[in-house]
């Protein structure tokens, strides 16, 4: 027998069941964490993939280096009440991290702080802490059992753990609470291990009224600090917010000043009502006008209701499916009274069917056939977003058009990203389709790229629009497809269709961006 487990006093069954636990709540917090930051930075800077990378990464690569640091703590004499005062530290340790992380995020990003470089510091602390918890705990164990017994009780609860925080965050804890609410909880969680350990382990006795004490008063911090988080929020829009919801897909916010209502996902801006009737009706008319006669229409998201208003407003339409990813999208649109006033309550009206889901699985599911497809989804700037406009999707939606049948796309700001529109065109070509691209200047953006796509045929004109538009007319479609030379890659730009297994329309979206940023 060694000697740590000659010196270590036996743990009763209850004191190896608490162990146990606190390793599946350590990792459960650890993973709940992660996937915090991962949708704080991407909500800051706006770039989902590379805050996937930065903050997975660099956490697990902490992980590591925590494991690698704790076969130097807790050695000597006493090596179990060692391990045991460490091990509650370390929770401990976690409780700031959690409450003022997130919250520190935010503020740096509203004074234009060194955001990625507290995101990276963050995720690391967080990172070697976390990593530090089951070593300890495997060595707690060790002592009572044969290793290989101990090792293989802590993994599996560590793993059992990782799966309840990967369920918890976005199906529980991020619709119901918020980023920073959850923040809040996740620091009670980790002192409340802690008091459990101090409480069931006599040698930590000395901890156990400190810590009990400290308990509320971190649960009155977080009730404290959450206003002010709201309050950074509002510090992140030029307008004030007239409404804010959180989903477990986004973060939806609503700005007014005066008679310009804004609604931002994620940060971004998705539309402004002083202008958003130019980049509606140029999504809409072109491919119903195109059509002539359209009675049967899908509408891919625009949860906002603003396109299917357009769409409603040509009197052939009989049934109009809206497929949107967001419930919550859906609800703000119905009832927030601003929201719904611009769109004219077009949800409600009795020839619209909606359908939550996500288009690429539920599409499939819909009967067609439909005279005009409109997509209007955001930017392709991730991997998932890039392949709701692949050659796959749009094989999907080839399948459920009528013979006659357009499709229409919106396809980002071609000024700024030229190949995405470029490869958008080139993947309905890729189906046989005949596409005709197009822009139109939305003051609040620029210009803006949409492609519209048929089967071939015979020359098809566009039929007089039945109502007077804000900004469309016969004389505006027929100007719309002659598409600017400055809007269209270089001729040694290489343009390749947007393929499930290779989104190039993510890096063309990103690269993009950076171009956008420059002089």
Excluded: K
Excluded at 47 to 60: N, P, S
Excluded at 390 to 415: C, E, H, K, M, W
Excluded at 463 to 480: C, I, K, S, Y
Excluded at 505 to 515: E, S, V
């Amino acid at each position: 027998m060694s000697r740590a487990r000659r010196l270590a006093p036996r743990l009763s069954a209850a004191q190896v069941r608490l162990l146990l636990l606190t390793a599946a709540i350590s990792s459960a917090v650890g993973l709940v964490l992660e996937l915090l930051l991962v949708t704080q930075a991407s909500y800051l800077v706006g770039d989902a993939a590379l805050a996937t990378g930065v903050v997975v990464g660099t956490f697990l690569a902490a992980m590591g280096l925590g494991a690698w640091l704790s076969q130097f703590l807790a050695t000597g004499a006493e090596p179990a009440v060692r391990l045991l005062q460490v091990l509650v530290l370390v929770e401990l340790g976690l409780c700031p991290l959690c409450l003022l992380g997130p919250l520190a995020l935010f503020a740096l990003f509203a004074v234009d702080g060194p955001l990625w470089m507290a995101v990276v510091l963050l995720t690391v602390l967080v990172g070697v802490l976390g990593g530090m918890e089951l070593p300890l705990i495997t060595r707690l164990l060790e002592s009572q059992q044969q290793l290989r017994t101990a090792l293989a009780r802590v993994l599996a609860l560590d793993y059992l753990g990782a799966l309840a925080g990967a369920l918890l965050f976005p199906l529980v804890l991020l619709p119901w609470l918020g980023l920073l609410p959850t923040a809040t909880a996740l620091a009670v969680v980790p002192l409340v291990s802690s008091v459990l350990l101090v409480w069931w382990f006599p040698s930590l006795r000395r901890w156990r009224w400190p810590l009990s004490a400290a308990v509320p008063l971190v649960g009155v911090a977080g009730v404290l600090l959450a206003p002010l988080g709201d309050r950074i929020e509002d510090g992140l829009y030029a307008d004030p917010v007239v409404g804010r919801l959180q989903s477990r897909h986004q973060r939806i916010v609503l700005t007014r000043r005066r008679n310009d209502l804004r609604l931002y996902l994620d940060g971004s801006l998705q539309f402004s009502s002083l202008d958003e009737y130019r980049y509606h009706e140029a999504l809409v008319h072109p491919a119903m006008a195109l059509h002539g006669g359209p009675q049967r229409v899908l509408l891919l998201g625009a949860g906002d209701g603003l396109a299917l208003r357009e769409v409603l407003r040509w009197p052939q339409v009989r049934r109009v499916d809206v497929l949107e990813l967001d419930p919550a999208m859906l609800q703000l649109a119905r009832r927030h009274p601003l929201l719904r006033r611009l769109n004219g309550g077009s949800l409600e009206d009795p020839r619209v069917q909606v359908h939550v889901g996500d288009a690429f699985a539920r599409v499939a599911e819909l009967a067609g056939p439909y005279d005009v497809v409109i997509a209007d989804f955001p930017d392709p700037a991730s991997a998932p977003l890039a392949r709701l406009y692949s050659v796959g999707f749009y094989g999907r939606l080839q399948q459920r058009l009528a013979a006659d049948g357009v499709l229409v796309t919106q396809a980002s700001t071609p000024f700024f990203t030229p190949r995405v529109l470029a490869s958008i065109q080139a993947s309905l070509e890729h189906l046989g389709l005949h596409t005709r691209p197009y822009s139109v200047t939305v003051p609040s953006f620029g210009p803006w790229g949409f492609v519209l796509a048929h089967r071939p045929g015979p020359h098809r004109p566009f039929a007089p629009l039945p109502f007077t538009g804000r900004w469309v007319d016969a004389a505006e479609l027929e100007r719309l497809l002659d598409l600017p030379r400055d809007l269209q890659p270089a001729a040694d730009e290489p343009v390749l269709p947007n393929r499930l297994g290779r989104p190039v329309l993510a890096d063309y979206q990103r690269r993009g961006r950076w171009r956008q940023s420059s002089p």
